[in-house]
């Protein structure tokens, strides 16, 4: 097996989101708990006890960020499972077969596509009430439309190619061809969409919170963090800075990795070889 | 090189633009002031339709009734010049003021004493209810000369002057068509447009009876973005803003801002669902009540301010508030844990806090009391919810444990905060049931006298403490931040805004 080959920008991207999971693992080893209140701290700016500074209820800005990330992280990986599994079945289904299934599917995706995915969740969130399992449920269904979108395009292109020919020639059955012949030909699309989509959630979670309809208090989430910072901007800007400079550099790795020279050539390489 | 010739022109053009302004300020200030409003006037402008709290805080000032409350709770004449009040409180005779006019200069006639009376009792024949179920009581009104009317009751009110102290009991005249949208009123100030999320502008009405406005324009922008009202504060596009959070308050430069502190006059509460198991025990609401630490929250929510209430009564109550009541639960974790002890959980339960996520001050709290209330045993979930969903399922569904509001009044009566407690009150959205306190409100109610009705009011109040009917906190502080080149705001007992008393420094 050989080595996938990293351009710098993955490298740097790899590295700043090693950095940020080391963050995130490292508020386990963080003394203050997320919400413990302090009337002596209000608004306390950075410290050596409390580096990030303190909130407006005297709790650690520190370990709120690191919670707070750490929530955000996982809502939006597992929304993206959700989001890519359905959307990767349903576009595949569509641009594969085409026909009667490509137009029922299609048209049902246009209209989900149509309703902005912010709102389908604050739908979503609305019928099934608010917590992290909701709006991870929510996001991942409103990732599905535009998913499923490039998953069909792909799927389309390919299915005209000489090797699916030669394996429906073979007999070989549909799902395999799907999914063990087709989809890593589709890498390159499948990967910037999983990362767009990441990068997605991440503010759209943030977006649900601000809206006091994400993570419920006192757990935090980046998004919480910062529409309870926004408030005290002038006063206390630390509040809002920290977890800001967290999101920025979380949003900029993933950026790094998904973007630039991309994993085709690394694997395109590995399949010549 | 011309460009750079025309760059200067034009930043030395606009210099001198800035610093002419600079030089009238203060006959501007005079003229006119903009005030920040949170949300947009989407009312009727009829004052008897008029729903949101918001639009009849500032239409205060354009509408008037037969009384109107003065700043220190008490009702004094507005278009009416006097009352008299029969023997056997059953009759109310009005004399209309001399000379009054309506903002259209027509003067307000006996006819539209009697016209607008009847609107708003109800009994206009347009098939509307009356705006407040107390005027339902009002049996006749009878017209007995060209300057005085008589308004005639079912049964005794004490309370039945402060009813007609407030914007919803307002003097409108017969001859408007279309009272939906044009405004016609008695007050200080004149409705003038509205352009919709933008503004609501008001103008000073010359041939006011009494002492009108000082300043003479007054615009009402709509800031529906709390974040940036600071800004515009700090920017000069705003003069005044009422109802400041904390947050927004701090970051105002003190120098160039006074603001003032009053209280938002209402009840704010861990309102208990009497129907939720636990809640049914009085052992465990009163050691809820000892378990909570008032001055605490007061700390964390408005950096120390606010006041104790301890019942459903708010101190600028006046004579029906007891500062005693405040004293009665003083935190005591022993105390609290002995009386969980003696309850029939004694472990502890699990209970939700549902609370409207717009209200910062109430999510705030409900933070402060998980924390409190964790510590003998209470694990309290917070569960945030937009206004309408808790208004659909906390007030009217009635589908919650616990909740942290805040209660208003209506008016000045005691009425208006206490009836909500009765065991068939349609509004008694804790389910509150106790035979002692329906015997004290009906007494109450039914009293003839004033001094009788606030003996029995006020037992009603007690007994919301005694059976520790709910958590109850503060009446939340209010902040007004006003311009330093303007002076004067004053905060009233009931959800006003008076611009009269607002004017220039000079």
Known sequence: MKKIKLNNQKKVGIIIIIFMIAFVLLGFLNPHPFDLMNKDLKLAGPSFSHLFGCDEFGRDILKRTQTGMGISVAISVFSVLIGTFFGTVIGALCGYFGGIVDEVLSSIIDVLFAVPSLLLALVFVSLFGSGYLQVTLALGIAIVPSFAKMMRSEFKKQRELEYVKMAKLLKIPTARILFVHILPNVTETFLNCVFIAFNNCILAEAGLSFLGIGVQPPLASIGTLLSDGGGYIRKAPFMVFFPALTLILLLFGIGLLSSGESFHHAYSKRFKD | MKKIKTLVLFCLLTLTTVLCACTDDKAKASESITIGIAQDIDDSLDPHKMVAAGTKEIFFNVFEGLVKPDSDG????????????????????????????????????????????????????????????????????????????????????????????????????????????????????????????????????????????????????????????????????????????????????????????????????????????????????????????????????????????????????GKYFDKDLTEVYNPNLDTAKELMAKSAYPNGFDMTITVPSNYDQHVDTALVLKSQLSQIGINAEIKEVDWETWLNDVYFGRKYDATVIGVDAANLSANALLSRFTSDASDNFTNYSNAAYDEAFKNAVSSADDETATKYYKECAEILNSDAANVYIQDLPDFVALNKKYEGYTFYPLYVLDLTKIKAVQ
């Open chain 2, 74 to 317: 008490n009702i004094v004449p507005a278009v009416a010049e006097s009352v008299e009040v029969s023997e056997d409180k059953l009759s109310y005779t009005f004399k209309l003021r001399k000379g009054i006019k309506f903002h259209d200069g027509k003067a307000v006639t006996i006819e539209d004493l009697e016209y607008s009376i009847n609107k708003f009792a109800g009994r206009d024949g347009s098939g509307n209810a009356a705006v407040s179920s107390a005027f339902s009581n009002i049996s006749e009104v009878n017209i007995l000369s060209d300057d005085s009317i008589e308004i005639k009751l079912a049964s005794p009110d004490p309370a039945f002057l402060s009813y007609l102290a407030s914007v919803e009991a307002a003097i409108i005249p017969k001859g408007n068509a279309t009272p939906d949208t044009v405004a016609i009123g008695t007050g200080p100030y004149k409705y003038v447009s509205r352009s919709p999320l933008q503004n609501v502008v008001f103008e000073r009405f010359d041939s006011y009876w009494g002492e009108g406005g000082n300043v003479k324009n007054v615009t009402f922008k709509i800031c529906t973005n709390a974040d940036t009202i600071a800004m515009e504060l700090e920017g000069g596009t705003i003069d005044m803003c009422i109802h400041l959070t904390k947050g927004q308050k701090m970051q105002l430069d003190p120098q160039k801002f006074n603001v003032y502190e009053g209280t938002m006059n209402l009840v704010q509460a861990l309102y208990l669902n009497h129907e939720f198991e636990p809640f049914n025990d009085v052992n465990v609401r009163k050691a809820m009540n000892y378990a909570v630490d008032v001055n605490e929250i007061m700390d964390y929510v408005s950096d120390g301010s606010g006041s104790k209430v301890g019942t459903s009564i708010y101190p600028n109550f």
